[in-house]
Each structure stands twice: as structure tokens, then as C-alpha cells.
């Protein structure tokens, strides 16, 4: 109950403060003007930038007219800062060589290849052992005759 009463009190000083506004005893708070000794206040003389005026009094409240700078030379160093320089210089013809069609999937096949090459040695270790195993031949014999079964020998090109 007493935030509704404070509610309240505030609501009437509002009200009072916008009476006295309308009223203009209270002023608000625009931008201040100046004051003559007796009490007048003087307007703010207006500036005058893009008009032109034909009245001889307001004429001296225009702004001088101002001169472009000069912008030629700015403008030419621009110019010559974007042209651009030449690139034969820093090009390696050996990265702009095409690449063989095939050299990402060699890429990515190396490490399965790797896997089964040495599924491959430890099978044909196993193939040897078991002819040495049996007797019938001796170790030169066992291995050309695995070298045989796995390709022909030498021919792994």
C-alpha cells in the first residue's frame, strides 16, 4: 500500500510540473538564449550555409564560401598504388605443374597398402614353415616355390 501512495505523489508532481510548463513558469529545458541587461532576451542569429540570402542584413550571417581542395595528387598516388606489380617474378613454374590424375587416391590407399603388405610377409612365413614342416623340401626350394605362388618371382613391376 505504500508503493501506491508514493505512486501517487509522484503522479501529482508530474501534473504540476507540466502546468507550470504550459503556463511558462517553468521553462524547459530548449537551448538557453541570451539576456539583455534589462531583461530581454535575445534570439540566436541563424547561419546561413547553403542559402543564399537577398535581404542586406542577413547577408552577414552567411557562411564564406568554401574552395575544394585540391585532390589530383591524392588522387594519382591512389592511382599508382593499385596498379599492379608484376608476378612472373614470384610464380614457381614446378607448382603449377598438373599433378598425376591419381594422387590423392595413392595418398589415401598408402596406408591400406602398408596394412597388407605385411599381411602378405607374415602368410607367406607361414607357407614356408609349413613346407619346411613337412620335410620334403629344404629352405631354397620353399621359398622359390612361395616366390612362385605369389606373383612369378622378380616380376613386381
Same mark, same amino acid.
Given at each position: 500500500? +505504500?508503493?501506491?501512495?508514493?505512486? !501517487?505523489?509522484?503522479?501529482?508532481?508530474?501534473?504540476?510540473?507540466?502546468? /507550470?510548463?504550459?503556463?511558462?513558469? #517553468?521553462? %524547459?529545458?530548449?537551448?538557453?538564449?541570451? &539576456?539583455?541587461?534589462?531583461?530581454?532576451? *535575445?534570439?540566436? &542569429?541563424? $547561419?546561413?550555409?547553403?542559402?543564399?540570402?537577398?535581404?542586406?542584413?542577413?547577408?552577414?550571417?552567411?557562411?564564406?564560401?568554401?574552395?575544394? /581542395?585540391?585532390?589530383?595528387?591524392?588522387?594519382?598516388?591512389?592511382?599508382? /598504388?593499385?596498379?599492379? !606489380?608484376?608476378? *612472373?617474378?614470384?610464380?614457381?613454374?614446378?607448382?603449377?605443374?598438373?599433378?598425376?590424375?591419381?594422387?590423392?587416391?595413392?595418398?589415401?590407399?598408402?596406408?591400406?597398402?602398408?596394412?597388407?603388405?605385411? @599381411?602378405?610377409? @607374415? +602368410? $607367406?612365413?607361414?607357407? $614356408?614353415?609349413?613346407? #619346411?614342416?613337412?620335410?620334403?623340401?629344404?629352405? /631354397?626350394?620353399?621359398?622359390?616355390?612361395?616366390?612362385?605362388?605369389?606373383?612369378?618371382?622378380? %616380376?613386381?613391376?
Amino acid at each position: 500500500m +505504500a508503493a501506491v501512495g508514493t505512486m !501517487q505523489d509522484a503522479a501529482l508532481k508530474r501534473k504540476e510540473r507540466l502546468k /507550470a510548463m504550459r503556463g511558462g513558469k #517553468l521553462k %524547459d529545458d530548449g537551448p538557453p538564449s541570451k &539576456k539583455k541587461s534589462d531583461g530581454e532576451s *535575445v534570439l540566436p &542569429k541563424p $547561419i546561413f550555409r547553403s542559402y543564399k540570402p537577398t535581404d542586406e542584413t542577413l547577408k552577414e550571417n552567411q557562411l564564406p564560401a568554401v574552395t575544394p /581542395a585540391e585532390v589530383k595528387d591524392h588522387v594519382t598516388e591512389q592511382l599508382e /598504388a593499385s596498379k599492379p !606489380q608484376p608476378l *612472373v617474378d614470384e610464380v614457381d613454374l614446378l607448382n603449377l605443374a598438373p599433378r598425376k590424375p591419381d594422387w590423392d587416391l595413392k595418398r589415401d590407399v598408402a596406408k591400406k597398402l602398408e596394412k597388407l603388405e605385411r @599381411r602378405t610377409q @607374415r +602368410a $607367406i612365413a607361414e607357407l $614356408i614353415r609349413e613346407r #619346411l614342416s613337412m620335410g620334403k623340401v629344404d629352405l /631354397a626350394e620353399a621359398v622359390n616355390a612361395t616366390g612362385d605362388v605369389n606373383g612369378g618371382g622378380d %616380376d613386381d613391376d
